[in-house]
């Protein structure tokens, strides 16, 4: 869904960026204190994840595919502040280094694409946890029904920002319809990819996982071997969830590893088809005013590395080259971020005079 420059007039686009200036300032004081040092070299890993993620369209339906967005599975993972920076840090790198969504339009998607659905799905989730019993399952159930609503809300943004400034003279009507119709199927395939990924993370590691903070579930004994509810006068007695004996070392290079090999190599195998903006840009008229990327000329344009020939080869690289420069980038925001709220709680020094 990254917005090209030409399909949102300037006003409109320098408002959406004002916009997004705002929410990202708000969002790095507010990441203070969603980041300890456990989870801000996580939240760099998840920025590249979702970039990885995101070079994976799959196939929807009438010659269309879909992508991670990746705003519900940022905030679930790493806090709704923290889930911002990660996407607009991704939008960033894809904007300038690889001429995907325009640069004049990254207000646009940065409020499309990182604060919408960032919002929406983190809301949402809070509000089905809370109704749900506290396990480790609710936490996956509302991980996957938040991202599922997620994406026709940013769609719905997009059509909203359209209304107001759109380039050219298509019915609104058609454009809702368009767009949310598509992206309802899309959201399928993003609450799967959420929902999988916070499973696995809260497996292993639910103190890592930021909506799981607080989880709890009932003490189990072994019976006839198998597992049952310990007796109690009022119930069962609720006890932390247990966390594996591993280090959140070994968590990263795992996450890291998979997220290179996801853009180093299954890229290559991912749908070629437009996504759905695309989709509907092309058939309702959208796209007539389009304009050339800024940095169409850029070595790893269109997720290919100049002069290499081989599609495979250049598709690969350049997915290995997104995820390192997405890691480091993401990391280094992410521990500022981190030391800041280190020296803002440190004492000061003061001089006592008599």
Not at 66 to 71: A, M, P, R, V
Not at 139 to 149: G, Q
Not at 157 to 185: E, N, P, Q, R
Request: aromatic share 6%.
């Amino acid at each position: 869904m990254h917005v090209p420059d030409g399909f949102i007039n300037a006003p409109t686009s320098a408002v959406t960026g004002v916009v997004a200036a705002g929410a990202i300032a708000v969002s790095l004081r507010g990441a203070r204190r969603e980041l300890d040092e456990r989870t801000a070299p996580l939240a760099g890993l998840v920025a590249a994840f979702i970039f990885a993620v995101q070079m994976l369209n799959f196939p929807v339906a009438a010659g269309t595919s879909g992508h991670l967005l990746g705003g519900a599975l940022a905030a679930i993972l790493v806090g709704p502040y923290t889930g911002v920076l990660c996407v607009s840090v991704v939008l960033l790198m894809q904007g300038i280094l690889f001429a995907d969504g325009g640069l004049t339009a990254l207000g646009v998607n940065i409020t499309d694409m990182a604060i919408v659905t960032t919002v929406v799905a983190y809301a949402l989730f809070r509000g089905l946890v809370k109704v749900l019993p506290r396990t480790r399952r609710s936490v996956t159930v509302a991980s996957f029904v938040a991202a599922l609503v997620s994406v026709p809300a940013a769609a719905l943004a997009f059509t909203l920002l359209y209304w107001i400034g759109g380039t050219t003279d298509v019915s609104i009507g058609k454009v809702a319809t368009a767009m949310i119709g598509v992206h309802v199927l899309i959201g399928i395939g993003e609450a799967v990819i959420t929902a999988l990924t916070v499973g696995a993370v809260i497996a292993v590691r639910p103190d890592l996982v930021y909506g799981a903070r607080g989880l709890q579930q009932r003490l189990k004994l072994r019976v006839n071997g198998e597992l049952v509810d310990a007796p109690g006068a009022p119930g069962p007695e609720p006890v932390p969830a247990p966390v594996a004996a591993r280090s959140h070392r070994k968590v990263w290079i795992t996450g890291l590893v998979a997220s290179l090999v996801l853009a180093g190599f299954v890229s290559f195998y991912a749908s070629a088809n437009p996504d759905g903006l695309e989709k509907v840009a092309s058939d309702k008229g959208i796209d007539e005013k389009a304009e050339e990327h800024a940095n169409a000329d850029s070595p790893l344009a269109d997720y290919g590395v100049e002069d290499i020939t081989n599609a495979r080869i250049s598709g690969g690289l350049a997915g290995v080259i997104g995820v390192g420069v997405t890691v480091v980038a993401g990391t280094a925001v992410f521990w500022s971020v981190r030391r800041r709220r280190s020296d803002d709680a440190s004492p000061t020094n003061t001089e006592t005079t008599v």
